[in-house]
């Protein structure tokens, strides 16, 4: 992984977000509805729903919010359809991105997503055309401040419940896994008493591209421009 910590970088993002609450809350509910409606409305017995939920509530999501879109998606209130996609292109300088969305009109998210692209001179490519420069990972993040916590022990609990990695910061242990172990490896640490600032699936680049200069204003305005359109969920890529 690069020498850097990837949650800090998320806690930058979060921060920057705050002024855009009600967006985030959109997206969150988007979210809640999707995994409830593909695996039932029972976070016990949907891993999904759960990350979820967790998701909402380390957000700040009222309760009723999430039960609100659970519902929905459960047949209880009426609401729209939302469908998953990716978009995949080029930033600036070749930068290789990817777009989750969650939308209810794909022509309308497709159009917006492409304008956000060339806007910012990005290209918007085929399926596929940068997905192989990924890798989806689970990802868990334990506050090393917050116990006192033995990294040796630390680390033969999470090799024990199935993690692949585990990286060492200063305020933080940064714990990786396949995706199909990222749940039994969360729920282990969390029966041993661990808070999880963040544990999420999510994808990593294979390698990083450096960019300095106008090129890497020009990706930074790309990115904000995307997470800023109500239907994306996730902005992927790979600038160091």
């Not at 419940?161 to 995706?179: Q, R, V």
């Amino acid at each position: 992984m690069a020498g850097h910590s990837k949650w800090a970088n998320i806690k930058h993002r979060k921060g920057a977000q705050d002024k855009k609450r009600g967006k985030i809350f959109m997206k969150l509910a988007k979210d809640l509805y999707v995994a409830a409606k593909e695996g039932g409305g029972d976070p016990e017995t949907n891993p999904a729903l759960r990350q979820a939920i967790d998701k909402a509530k380390a957000n700040n999501v009222p309760n009723e919010n999430i039960d609100r879109a659970i519902n929905k998606a459960t047949g209880n209130l009426d609401g729209a359809n939302y469908e998953e996609t990716t978009y995949e292109g080029y930033g600036p300088a070749g930068v290789a991105v990817m777009v989750e969305v969650l939308t209810d009109n794909r022509n309308r998210t497709a159009s917006e997503v492409r304008h956000a692209f060339n806007k910012h001179n990005g290209n918007l490519g085929e399926n596929g055309c940068v997905s192989f420069m990924f890798d989806r990972k689970g990802y868990i993040v334990v506050n090393r401040n917050e116990h006192n916590i033995n990294e040796e022990e630390l680390m033969l609990e999470v090799i024990e419940a199935g993690a692949d990695e585990m990286e060492t910061y200063e305020e933080s242990f940064e714990i990786y896994t396949d995706p199909e172990s990222f749940q039994d490896v969360r729920t282990a640490l969390e029966s041993q008493g661990y808070t999880l600032e963040n544990a999420e699936v999510t994808f990593f680049p294979q390698t990083y591209s450096h960019v300095e200069g106008e090129e890497a204003e020009q990706i930074e305005k790309l990115i904000d421009m995307l997470e800023d359109l109500e239907d994306v969920q996730e902005v992927y890529h790979n600038q160091k």
